[in-house]
């Protein structure tokens, strides 16, 4: 059955990337959920999706620019009545959350635009230390980092993100040594998945809001959607 993955937590109903958005998202029946994870200036594993904080938060600048110390200070409710004081998270903290569930952390490392040294390494010494190894799918947009992650670990998923379609996605897939290809919306074919499976290889697509969407998706048997709104997504597949 297709797994329901809340987008960067039910984030129609709370603050993206945050404690709230992530509970409200297994109250709301979420087999899981996608965030997105960059380096505070001291190399530490936060949860925040932009490089800069205006959109999200109370603060300015880059994220790299902030110690840990400082990004806890801001609000990131991003102004949403009832959610004021809403801290950005650690990725350990998103962990520490789902001890005691069976839920999936799809983890997207966003060092595409901003070349962040040593991400990879500090993600998977956190999902070390808090033994979620087999509850993890790592993600990047940026291929040669899931290369490098290939490099560094046997055990942890790995998915390709991409927007635009590819020729032969499943092949690519399988020369770049990941187990999943995570696909747009626009971007996911029947083809794609029956060949993708053939490969061995999972299929789970951003981002599906729509109940006809995910309809679709669960009809092209989609190994997952990554959704804001998983109380919709829950309804539709049941």
């Not at 996911?188 to 679709?216: Q, Y």
């Amino acid at each position: 059955m297709t797994k329901v993955w809340a987008h960067r937590g039910a984030s129609a109903d709370a603050p993206e990337n945050t404690l709230p958005a992530f509970e409200l998202a297994l109250e709301q029946g979420a087999d899981g959920f996608e965030l997105d994870v960059q380096l505070t200036r001291d190399d530490e594993v936060v949860v925040i999706h932009d490089e800069t904080l205006e959109r999200c938060t109370d603060g300015h600048g880059w994220v790299a620019d902030h110690s840990l110390d400082d990004l806890r200070k801001l609000d990131a409710s991003a102004g949403r009545d009832g959610f004021g004081g809403t801290r950005i998270p650690t990725l350990g903290d998103v962990f520490g959350l789902v001890q005691g569930t069976e839920a999936v952390i799809n983890v997207e490392l966003k060092n595409s635009k901003m070349a962040y040294k040593g991400l990879e390494e500090r993600v998977l010494a956190v999902i070390a230390e808090y033994e979620m190894t087999h509850r993890v799918v790592l993600s990047s947009f940026n291929h040669d980092s899931l290369r490098y992650l290939r490099s560094l670990t046997g055990g942890v998923r790995l998915g390709a993100l991409y927007d635009q379609p590819l020729w032969k996605p499943w092949a690519y897939a399988r020369r770049l040594g990941v187990h999943a290809l995570h696909p747009s919306l626009s971007s996911a074919r029947r083809r794609v998945v029956r060949h993708a499976h053939d490969e061995g290889l999972d299929v789970n697509v951003w981002t599906v809001n729509e109940a006809s969407d995910i309809m679709r998706m669960v009809e092209i048997n989609a190994d997952a959607v990554v959704t804001n709104h998983p109380a919709l997504a829950r309804e539709v597949i049941g």
